[in-house]
């Protein structure tokens, strides 16, 4: 958008230059933080392999881990970051217009991954979820919007709607933070001593309502701004 814009002065240029460059600042910094807080997740998968059902999710489900549950656990383990991570990378090279050559690849895979291993496996484990049927409920509509968001990004990708799929592709990609915003919900919860289960179900809700509507709110600000023409020569 910037770089399509016709300006005038040097002054102008530099002014756009700077936006530019703070819009790149600001996507690396939120990459590094989503990074980072993958990779306290992946920490945690000692817990897994085998698994201990002493550790923190395990717990209480030593009876329902097996058959098909089972599978579904590892699958998700395996195909949530790896989607988080690609789409971090897709993220970053849509805004910065760098490793465009890569970015379809990428999106091809991360389709793959989506449809074949985080939704399938989401909904599973929305369906074992010891929370109660209302955290479920907000898992199973969070698998569904990714599958949903993912499927309209990749065929607008194909019509080359541009703008339609970064608006798509982006959804896709804060419903795939879901789980990094829960975990964060979760740690605010217990320095502040607020946690328990019904903090949690409502969190399960907030993980990804909350983005998505802040990100819907932006869009119509967005909208609603009156578009500023370059002056006359």
């Known amino acids: 958008m910037i770089r399509g814009c016709v300006l005038s002065t040097g002054v102008s240029t530099n002014v756009n230059r700077k936006r530019w460059s703070l819009v790149n600042w600001l996507a690396l910094a939120i990459a590094i933080l989503l990074t980072k807080n993958v990779a306290a997740i992946l920490w945690e998968y000692r817990h897994y392999f085998p698994p201990n059902f002493e550790a923190n999710f395990l717990i209480g489900r030593q009876s329902m881990f097996q058959g098909l549950y089972r599978q579904a656990f590892y699958l998700h383990l395996i195909s949530s970051p790896l989607a988080l991570?690609?789409?971090?990378?897709?993220?970053?090279s849509?805004?910065?217009?760098?490793?465009?050559?890569?970015?379809?690849?990428?999106g091809r895979v991360l389709a793959t991954i989506v449809f074949l291993g985080v939704v399938p496996s989401g909904f599973i484990m929305a369906a074992g979820t010891l929370a109660g049927w209302w955290t479920g409920l907000a898992f199973a509509i969070n698998a569904s919007l990714v599958a949903l968001f993912c499927a309209l990004a990749g065929y607008h990708a194909y019509r080359r709607n541009h703008q339609a799929h970064k608006r798509w592709a982006m959804r896709t990609f804060l419903m795939l933070c879901a789980p990094i915003v829960l975990r964060l919900i979760a740690g605010v919860s217990i320095v502040t001593n607020t946690s328990s289960p019904t903090v949690y179900r409502w969190s399960a809700w907030i993980s990804w309502l909350l983005p998505l509507l802040v990100f819907e709110c932006y869009n119509q600000l967005r909208t609603q701004l009156p578009v500023t023409q370059p002056p006359q020569r």
């Open 94 to 106: 849509g805004l910065s217009g760098l490793a465009m050559r890569y970015h379809q690849l990428s």
């Open 85 to 92: 991570l690609l789409g971090i990378f897709m993220v970053g």
